[in-house]
Structure formats: structure tokens, C-alpha cells
């Protein structure tokens, strides 16, 4: 069981990771414990052996939830409260979406491209979707970079609320 543990929990750092990425690492976590839980289920009637409660399994996934819905609304709404319309709050998804892919092999450093391109990619969305619908370039720029700001902080929420998945796992793996 230990062994299975360990596994379970060098594989989940890697899916941790892949958060910074842009990547669905915490829903990887989700998948990995789940797989592993019912692969190693233990006494359907005592539960005797089990190595995750379903309690476990439900709080992690409502905490993956969680943290994919904040890393999708805080770059929109670093748009929004910077003044920035429904264009540009869609740039910012946009944006933030395409810069990940395209700063990736283009900035070759591991994570900071991807971090780097969807930062900038949600600002250069929404500011030039602000742009296009008539707004003023202040207002723009404005929008731009609250999408950029609240993408990075949106990134870092999910990567925080990834590692308390990470440690809970962890625990729970170790200590049923």
C-alpha cells in the first residue's frame, strides 16, 4: 500500500506542475486518487483497507472545481474592474488561451513561457477587443492589464488551491 502511496503521490506533484502550465493538473490529481481509490477500494461491506474515504474524494474534487472556476473568472474579472467591457473581458479568455500556446515554444524557459504568454495574451485580448469595439485606448490599456494581472492571480489561486489537493492526498494516503 505504501508503494501504491508513494506512486500516487509523485504523480500528483507532476500533475501540480502541469498547473502552472495551464494544464487541467488539478483535475489530473482528481483522476489519479479516484483511479487509484476504487482500484484499491478494500471490503465493500467494512471498508477495511480503503485508502481514501469518499469524503476525501468528493472534498478534492469540489476544491478542483473551485479552482478552475477561479483561474476562468479572475482574468475576466481583472478586465471588468479595470473598466473593461464584455469584449474585453472575452479577450481576456481568449487571449489568455492562445498567448499559453503560442509564448510556449517561443519562450523556451519550462512554465515561464506558458505563465508569461497567457499573461500577456490575456491583456493584448482584451485590449485590443476593447479597441475594436470602440473604446478609447486608455480604456483599453486599462482593461488589458487587469485581464493580465487577474490571469497571473487566477493562475497562482489554482496553483495554491493544487497544492492543498496535493497535501490531502498526501495525508490521506499515508494516514487513512
Do not use: H
Not at 22 to 48: E, N
Not at 91 to 102: M, S, T
Not at 127 to 139: H, Q
Not at 148 to 170: D, E, N, P, S
Amino acid at each position: 500500500m505504501y508503494l501504491w502511496a508513494t506512486l500516487l503521490v509523485l504523480l500528483n506533484a507532476g500533475w501540480l506542475v502541469t498547473v502552472l502550465l495551464g494544464l487541467p493538473g488539478t483535475w489530473l490529481m482528481v483522476a489519479s486518487t479516484a483511479a487509484l481509490a476504487w482500484w484499491q477500494w478494500g471490503d465493500p461491506d467494512t471498508g477495511a483497507g480503503r485508502m481514501f474515504s469518499v469524503t476525501t474524494l468528493v472534498a478534492i474534487a469540489m476544491l478542483a472545481a473551485l479552482a478552475e472556476a477561479a483561474e476562468l473568472l479572475t482574468g475576466v474579472l481583472g478586465a471588468t474592474r479595470a473598466g473593461g467591457s464584455r469584449w474585453g473581458a472575452g479577450g481576456a479568455l481568449l487571449g489568455g488561451f492562445v498567448g499559453a500556446i503560442v509564448a510556449t515554444p517561443l519562450i523556451p524557459v519550462p512554465v515561464v513561457g506558458t505563465l508569461i504568454g497567457a499573461c500577456v495574451g490575456a491583456a493584448a485580448g482584451a485590449w485590443l477587443l476593447e479597441l475594436w469595439s470602440g473604446r478609447t485606448l486608455a480604456v483599453s490599456v486599462k482593461s488589458g492589464v487587469g485581464a493580465g494581472v487577474g490571469t497571473l492571480a487566477g493562475r497562482m489561486i489554482k496553483l495554491a488551491v493544487g497544492t492543498v489537493i496535493w497535501l490531502i492526498v498526501a495525508v490521506a494516503a499515508f494516514w487513512p
